[in-house]
């Protein structure tokens, strides 16, 4: 159903995109316009792929993301406004390729664009929340209080709470299927401990001829918040869904991460020499930042990163805000994320990979292992940068760590090519996009 609807939004996208282009040829050269058309689409082309990709930065497909009409007419002119500036800089920087006159051009179809994707995403998310799926949630726990609670507030996910049964002696004993078929309810989502009383599994099964899909709660979380609600999950569940060994992904993964680390290395040799004099200047003590992390199948590697903080400094094992001991210079090395630079090496040695969960120095991976189901992180390599860190601020306490291990686990649970494509991009956002 998401998955649907973000494709929607997006093609929707494209066919307005090239809509624009062709009222600004019609607009501009109503006497050949099959021909200046046939002219200005390629060139545009390339334009719109940066147009998209910065429509996804500006989180312009998330639909956890709620709107107001006016907060869409803001975020669409500002994502437009930086679409046209690097346009702009890409047909100066390539003009022989681009061989257009930008300004008024870019101007118009910005401005068209602007309208027509305004208009039918107003109406394309008033349409969302006028056909959103009837469901029914059955038991109950506190994650699915929070749950019911976020659908009902975000009717732009797609989803319409009709009914609530909490006590499970009500499945069996009332008319389930005629108060379902009385709300129109399509979809059931069954608390995982209910899947386990004999009586309950029977009362459900009976809804399926009425042609009501149901879904275990876990799964239907997973797919709402893109992670793994661990309270409600059992080691069977793990054992069902959790893939140790993934040779072709684990070789691929492999080759492009030596491949990438040695030409980002070879690039970025020159500023890391530069930064590694300026960190040198603008405090004591050494350029270079090591420390024991855990890696893979819990073993124990060094991680280089560059030094942000003072070298005698002391204190908690979490970076705090407004940390006293971070340096000037290194507040500005941990905002642009040029401190991780140095772990190219490790990454290219295979201690950890660009994407996976965070390294964990020991102390804390200690204190952490006593979460459930915590070791299930150390299935894979842990990364540069991954789905816990982009979809959720860094831990400073044990409740935090705890959440940022369900985003872990899903990522070992849904690690592939693809996914691991989506935090990169998601990354590129988060060091070039301010935080709103």
């Not at 792929?49 to 497909?61: E, K, N, P, Q, S």
Request: with cysteine; aromatic share 14%; proline share 5%.
């Amino acid at each position: 159903m998401q998955n649907l609807k973000k494709l929607t939004l997006f093609f929707n996208d494209v066919i307005l995109l090239y809509a624009s282009l062709a009222l600004m040829v019609l607009l501009r050269y109503p006497d050949g316009f099959t021909l200046q058309f046939n002219i200005h689409a390629g060139p545009f082309s390339l334009l719109f792929v940066i147009w998209l990709f910065i429509f996804y930065l500006a989180d312009l497909y998330r639909l956890k993301t709620p709107r107001t009409s006016a907060q869409l007419a803001k975020t669409l002119t500002r994502t437009i406004l930086v679409c046209g500036v690097t346009s702009i800089v890409a047909l100066y920087l390539f003009s022989p390729f681009f061989a257009l006159t930008p300004k008024t051009n870019l101007v118009l179809v910005g401005i068209f664009f602007l309208v027509l994707t305004y208009l039918t995403r107003t109406g394309l998310e008033r349409f969302m929340r006028a056909g959103t799926y009837a469901i029914a949630f059955l038991g109950n726990s506190p994650l699915i209080t929070e749950t019911v609670a976020f659908l009902e507030k975000n009717q732009q996910t797609g989803y319409r709470v009709e009914l609530w049964i909490k006590d499970a002696s009500a499945i069996v004993a009332d008319h389930i299927p005629e108060r379902m078929r009385e709300k129109e309810v399509r979809l059931v989502v069954v608390a995982p401990s209910l899947l386990e009383d004999i009586p309950t599994v029977n009362s459900i099964y009976s809804l399926l001829p009425f042609e009501m899909d149901v879904v275990d709660f876990s799964d239907f979380y997973e797919q709402v918040f893109e992670k793994v609600p661990l309270s409600e999950l059992s080691v069977n569940w793990f054992l069902e869904h959790v893939s140790t060994r993934r040779p072709f992904y684990g070789l691929a993964k492999r080759t492009a991460d030596v491949i990438f680390s040695f030409m980002l290395g070879v690039i970025l040799f020159p500023l890391g020499v530069l930064l590694g004099i300026l960190i040198r200047l603008t405090s004591r003590g050494p350029a270079i930042f090591t420390q024991k992390r855990t890696g893979k199948s819990n073993k124990r590697f060094t991680v280089v990163k560059f030094r942000t903080m003072r070298a005698s400094a002391t204190g908690p094992l979490w970076t705090e805000e407004h940390d006293t001991r971070i340096t000037g210079f290194g507040k500005f090395l941990r905002a642009t994320h040029l401190d991780e630079i140095p772990q190219l090496w490790n990454i290219f040695k295979g201690d950890i990979s660009f994407t996976g969960p965070r390294p964990e120095r020991i102390e804390l991976s200690e204190q952490y292992a006593k979460f459930p189901y915590y070791e299930m992180r150390h299935l894979v390599k842990p990364g540069l940068t991954g789905w816990a860190q982009i979809n959720y601020r860094p831990s400073a306490s044990l409740e935090e760590a705890y959440e940022k291990l369900c985003y872990d686990v899903y990522y070992v649970k849904n690690r592939s090519l693809f996914l691991d494509f989506l935090i990169f991009l998601r990354t590129v956002k988060h060091v070039f996009v301010p935080k709103r």
